[in-house]
């Protein structure tokens, strides 16, 4: 069976970082393209940064550019988003995504995607 668990979220101030930490089992990580995606209540699911399966081509939404980081090892079956600067628009539940890709075509649409994390809470506060 095919877990995604991320782990990482919290509460924290605006300016302030977090990395967010997405750890896979069951399946061979180093053929998946890994994205994250954050949903606030109400609203669509948002692209925030992908990443290919050799990690050499990453994307990040237009939001996050500059301060988020995507990254991963395939030795650990681990995705990491590096948030910096955080603002209180980054508030929202973050979910980490896998999909097979053996290609640098990393998707950016949330349906492309088919292993999905549990989420994770990001607070940021004032």
């Known amino acids: 069976q095919v877990q995604l668990v991320e782990t990482g979220g919290g509460l924290v101030q605006t300016g302030d970082s977090l990395r967010l930490s997405c750890v896979l089992s069951?399946?061979?990580?180093?053929?998946?393209?890994m994205a994250w995606f954050r949903q606030t209540p109400g609203t669509e699911r948002e692209f925030v940064a992908a990443?290919?399966?050799?990690?050499?081509?990453?994307f990040y939404g237009d939001s996050v550019k500059g301060r988020f980081t995507i990254s991963r090892d395939n030795t650990k079956s681990t995705t990491w988003l590096q948030m910096n600067n955080l603002m209180i628009e980054d508030t929202a539940v973050y979910y980490c995504?896998?999909?097979?890709?053996?290609?640098?075509?990393?998707?950016?649409?949330?349906?492309?995607?088919?292993?999905w994390g549990q989420g994770t809470q990001v607070t940021v506060s004032s």
């Open positions: 069951g399946r061979t990580f180093s053929n998946l393209a």
């Open positions: 995504a896998a999909v097979f890709r053996l290609n640098q075509r990393v998707p950016t649409g949330p349906a492309a995607y088919n292993y």
């Open positions: 990443i290919s399966w050799s990690g050499g081509m990453t």
